[in-house]
Every structure is written in structure tokens, then in C-alpha cells.
């Protein structure tokens, strides 16, 4: 299970590094893509193949579905961990996610977000408002 935030950098080559916790849940492989609310998501080989054969029972005549599954997979990249433990995040999603020289990296269960720092900031935030929070969490069974 991936949890906590951390902050780093991104490279002139675009590498990122991963924090050490997640790295041996990731040496399996893993890929990068982008994400729902304008961040990337780092999954490892599992957790991707287990959303990959989700994905893969959506009807192809929903539109919504279709959408969604050329969102995600239309730019999604197998990465692997280099020897400092970084990934290299390619510049078609540090686009896409507005990555430029830092980056937070949030552990969300069972993937890895990758954020620009003011926009989790600002997300972060109205998440921590107990209003905010007991509305998304409404009908969760939670």
C-alpha cells in the first residue's frame, strides 16, 4: 500500500526520484499515466494489469467508458526504477501535469500520485475542510 507525501524534484531529464518506501512495491516494473484530476499516476505491474482487466469489461458502446480508456492508456508508459531509485517521466505527461521543476508525490492506496506543488496545495486544502470532506465521502459506506 503506497501512504504519505513527500516532496522532490524533477531533472533536466525529466527524472523523478520515488520515495524509498514505494521502490521495492515498483521494482516489479511499473507505468505512468495520467490521472484523474490533472496529476499522473504511477502504478506497479499488478496494481495495472488488475485496472487494465477492469477497464477491459467496460462496454465499448459507452461512450464514457471509451473516453476513459483512451485517456488512460493512450499515454501510458512502462518505467523502470534506475539505480538512485528514480523513474524518467516522459515529457508528453510532464506536460499534461504541468511538472516542472518540483513535484509531491502522494501515495494514494494502490497507485502513486504525482503532483505540481501548488496544485496539490490547493487540493490538499479543501480536502482538509471537514465539509468538503464529509460531502465526498457521502455514500461511500465509509
Known amino acids: 500500500m503506497f501512504t504519505g507525501e513527500y516532496r522532490h524534484s524533477v531533472d533536466e531529464k525529466g527524472r523523478v526520484a520515488v520515495p524509498i518506501r514505494f521502490r521495492a512495491e515498483l521494482a516489479g516494473g511499473a507505468l505512468v499515466s495520467k490521472w484523474i484530476d490533472g496529476c499522473l499516476a504511477i502504478h506497479s505491474r499488478a496494481a495495472w494489469d488488475d485496472l487494465a482487466e477492469r477497464a477491459g469489461r467496460l462496454p465499448v458502446t459507452d461512450a464514457g467508458a471509451r473516453t476513459f480508456k483512451r485517456f488512460l492508456f493512450g499515454t501510458a508508459f512502462e518505467v523502470d526504477l534506475d539505480r538512485q531509485g528514480r523513474i524518467v ?29 501548488e496544485r496539490w496545495d490547493a487540493y490538499s486544502a479543501q480536502m482538509d475542510r471537514p465539509e468538503v470532506l464529509a460531502e465526498h465521502l457521502q455514500g461511500l459506506g465509509i
Open 89 to 117: 517521466v516522459p515529457q508528453i505527461l510532464r506536460d499534461f501535469a504541468g511538472l516542472k521543476a518540483d513535484v509531491v508525490v502522494v501515495g494514494s492506496h494502490d497507485h502513486v500520485e504525482l503532483w505540481v506543488p
